[in-house]
């Protein structure tokens, strides 16, 4: 059964970088079929995708955030991960990493992550 | 991108039915037959239920549907049951593998 785990900082400071780790265990991030990405949800708000990656390393990004936001991928340790740079309030959420078909549908979550931003 | 559009909330009793609208573009809803829907219980993570308009995602009950017309994708419970209050998300892909959300609906079971 494939798994998806979020790690890192629950607390960033406003302006600096928010950086978070998705571990997937159960399966290949190398896959040909999938897509791995990042969405988040402010609280008590809708969800939001932030990008994906392939594994060859192409990346596609939402264009309201793709300013600030890299994705990468690490094929040796079946991890990618997300960096968010200027980071504001409005940054804070809960950060979900996912498994996507080319289609974008999402077929597994990660248990997700709150991240806040704050002095 | 825009946000596809969610009403915020929808209701209905036990047994009855209830349709949740999502409305977008021909830039994605209108555009590709790929609109899924995602449940998600509060404190958990969203859960898939419907895929590529209208195939259920394994394991979930035929009283999920979905369709599309337009640029309208909905989706349609029936039989309402309690454990089906929840949110509920559409997504659309948007082309150059970019998505998009809906903003999401609060569906409560009277």
């Known amino acids: 059964q494939l798994q998806l785990q979020e790690s890192g900082p629950g607390l960033v400071k406003p302006s600096e970088t928010l950086s978070l780790t998705c571990t997937v265990s159960g399966g290949s991030i190398s896959s040909s079929s999938y897509y791995w990405g990042w969405i988040r949800q402010p609280p008590g708000k809708g969800l939001e995708w932030i990008g994906s990656?392939?594994?060859?390393?192409?990346?596609y990004y939402n264009p309201s955030l793709k300013s600030r936001v890299t994705i990468s991928v690490h094929t040796s340790k079946n991890q990618f991960s997300l960096e968010l740079s200027s980071v504001t309030a409005a940054d804070t959420a809960v950060y979900y990493c996912?498994?996507?078909?080319?289609?974008?549908?999402?077929?597994?979550w990660g248990q997700g992550t709150l991240v806040t931003v704050s002095s | 991108q825009s946000a596809l559009t969610q009403p915020p909330s929808a209701s209905g009793s036990p047994g009855q039915s209830v349709t949740i609208s999502c409305t977008g573009t021909?830039?994605?809803?209108?555009?590709?037959?790929?609109v899924s829907w995602y449940q998600q219980h509060p404190g958990k993570a969203p859960k898939l239920m419907i895929y590529?308009?209208?195939k259920r995602s394994s394991g979930v009950p035929d009283r999920f549907s979905g369709s599309k017309s337009g640029n309208t994708a909905s989706l349609t419970v029936s039989g309402l049951r309690a454990e089906d209050e929840a949110d509920y998300y559409c997504s659309s892909y948007a082309g150059s593998n970019n998505v998009v959300f809906g903003g999401g609906t609060k569906l409560t079971v009277l």
């Open positions: 990656i392939y594994y060859s390393g192409n990346t």
């Open positions: 996912a498994r996507l078909s080319i289609w974008g549908i999402v077929d597994y």
């Open positions: 021909s830039s994605d809803v209108g555009g590709y037959n790929y």
């Open positions: 590529e308009v209208n």
